[in-house]
């Protein structure tokens, strides 16, 4: 409780530094386009925030001669163009810069890595520089940026941000649970940790595995939902905290989780789960048809709907809370300001409830599929 | 949707999914499997201890009601012997109380019959006395009356004249 | 976002909050009738609640 009440504080002071920085980053631009309100610039952060970064940065300020820095530090970029390729991030200077390695060139554009030629030129597709100025539902003027860039994109492996952070928790993970099993080694009774992490441990085991799977197949997959949820638990709470990774936000992370979900589901699968996706006892042979595609679609459907859930469920939190935050900026009265802050604050506690319930969700839902896969011909 | 698809970034697919069977593997290996394996085997030390507790409970009881059960036999033999000794002292005093009403019988019986005995005896005697006692009266009397005539013929005439009477 | 995109994101938010939120009434009513249930009920809330909300997010990126 009190954490977060800092850590949001934290975040409101980093976003304040952060919104005064991109505005004067932004300057330039503004000439050309004019239409750099205060409102643009927190949708702007929102997107930024939202997005995986090739460098660790806790924020950046611009000194008084105007020169943009950031406070933090590169990582390393690997792409794989014709030969694996190893650079540091700080070569890529924030996509103000272009890397020259191996006799190739590459910029960093819109947080996304793209082969140019020496003088870091971007080719565009589509309508560059004459952005469509269009009006939204609400008449207001949006401007929509539709361009592409048609450069070569190498096949980009670098750890970025959240990569570390994945590493991290899967570190941290590593040496919380091995101390905690080592313990047990001593006295079967846990302790110092285990005791707060016991009472979790088998609460997937009593309430998730054992409740869904069935009492004597559970023990085959307590290892991969255990590890789930503790991941997708601790890798949500740390979203949360002011260092501003959203590593659950990525498409990409909760894909790889749902896919590994799906696997076990399909490889484990015994003779009955099979025969009800494609020969559906005891309906008529019609139906059994019709019922085929439809039950092999929802084979697929299933890890589809956890990987969104648990994406769009971090994503529409954090998009909800920075925009609360937000609003202080764009209020800038004694009414808003307090009203956002205690909104973000209520929010916030909201965030920690799920980013625990997303967890379980994920972790019982998984459960249910894999007692599915495993169930035995009741008739 | 095109948004997601534009979002997804191969390499951090790639990152996640190595790292995470990673962590998965090694999870299971040094971490999982000896802490469910330690917790399963309390669980079971706890189940064990708990049906020991309940088997000492039953023989508990099981000692118990023995100990009860044999009081109480105890106590019916105890009730049964006093009963007996009872019985017995009541029959021997009975006994003995018809013994003793036996035995004073008897004892009044022949006293009675002594006395009997001896009245009878008392009354021969005196009976004999009185005889004796009268003959000699009558001799006295007879001798008296009879020592003169007319005195001795009168007699005679008074038992005739009884006789006629008669 | 045009218009159309709005309208529907806003009927799939209110086709799915209906949804879960009769989800939820009813799991309510079935603990107040059986308590000794609730950790069953919460259970099958939570999902079905989820499966909803599942649609309700593909929809919504759909739009």
């Known amino acids: ?379 | 949707m095109e948004k997601l698809i534009e979002q997804f970034s191969f390499g951090l697919f790639f990152w996640q999914m190595l790292l995470f069977i990673a962590l998965l593997l090694l999870l299971r290996k040094y971490a999982w499997k000896p802490i469910l394996g330690a917790v399963e085997k309390r669980e079971e030390g706890i189940k064990d201890a708990l049906e020991a507790a309940e088997a000492a409970k039953k023989e508990m009881q099981n000692v118990t009601a023995d100990s009860e059960k044999l009081l109480r036999e105890a106590k019916v033999e105890r009730d049964a012997l006093l009963k007996e000794a009872r019985e017995i002292k009541e029959s021997i005093i009975a006994e003995a109380k018809e013994q003793a009403q036996v035995e004073g019988d008897k004892v009044i019986k022949q006293a009675q019959a002594t006395i009997e005995a001896e009245k009878k005896a008392a009354v021969a005697d005196i009976k004999a006395q009185v005889a004796n006692l009268s003959v000699e009266i009558a001799e006295k009397v007879i001798k008296e009356e009879l020592s003169n005539k007319d005195k001795q013929l009168k007699l005679v005439d008074d038992m005739l004249g009884d006789i006629k009477l008669n | 976002m045009t218009i159309p995109n709005i309208v529907g994101a806003g009927l799939i938010v209110i086709g799915a909050g209906l949804g879960i939120g009769r989800i939820g009434g009813q799991a309510m009513e079935a603990i107040a009738r059986q308590p000794e249930a609730s950790g069953k009920i919460q259970t099958a809330m939570l999902i079905a609640a989820a499966l909803i909300e599942g649609i309700g997010f593909a929809a919504l990126f759909a739009a």
Do not use: C
């Open chain 1, 1 to 379: 409780m009190r954490n977060s009440f800092f850590s949001k504080k934290i975040v409101a002071v980093i976003f304040l530094i952060a919104g005064f920085v991109s505005a004067q980053n932004h300057e330039g631009e503004e000439v050309e386009t004019g239409a750099h309100d205060l409102k643009t610039e927190i949708k702007e952060y929102i997107d930024h925030h939202l997005l995986d970064s090739h460098d660790f940065n806790l924020y950046s300020y611009t000194t008084d001669t105007g020169e943009h820095k950031y406070v933090g530090f590169p990582l390393p970029v690997i792409l794989w163009d014709n030969g694996l390729k190893v650079f540091s991030s700080s070569k890529l200077k924030h996509g103000e810069g272009v890397a020259e390695v191996d006799g190739s060139y590459y910029k960093l554009y819109h947080n996304k890595i793209y082969k140019t030629d020496a003088e870091g030129t971007i080719n565009y597709g589509g309508h560059h520089g004459e952005e469509t100025h269009t009006e939204d539902a609400f008449g207001e003027n949006l401007v929509v940026d539709d361009s592409h860039p048609t450069n070569e994109k190498p096949l980009d492996f670098s750890i970025t941000k959240n990569v570390v952070f994945i590493i991290a928790v899967a570190l941290l993970m590593f040496l919380v649970f091995r101390s905690m099993a080592k313990r047990y080694q001593k006295s079967t009774m846990p302790k110092g940790l285990g005791r707060f992490l016991e009472p979790l441990v088998l609460f997937v085991r009593d309430e998730i595995a054992i409740p869904n799977i069935g009492e004597h197949k559970y023990k085959r997959y307590m290892s991969y939902l255990l590890t789930v949820f503790f991941f997708v638990w601790i890798i949500n709470l740390l979203g949360l905290t002011p260092l501003g990774v959203n590593v659950t936000n990525n498409i990409a992370v909760t894909f790889a989780l749902a896919i590994i979900t799906y696997f076990i589901t399909t490889f484990t699968g015994n003779k009955n789960y099979w025969k009800h996706i494609f020969w559906m006892p005891g309906v008529p042979v019609p139906m059994k048809i019709i019922l085929a595609p439809i039950e092999l679609l929802g084979t697929f459907i299933k890890p589809f709907s956890l990987m969104i859930r648990l994406y769009a469920n971090i994503t529409a939190g954090h998009v909800v809370l920075m925009s609360i935050i937000g609003l202080m900026f764009i209020f800038k009265n004694w009414i808003g300001s307090p009203l956002s802050f205690l909104l973000a604050f209520a929010l916030s506690l909201l965030e920690l409830l799920v980013a625990a319930l997303q967890a379980y969700i994920f972790t019982m839902l998984s459960a249910l599929y894999f007692g599915m896969a495993v169930e035995e011909d009741h008739h």
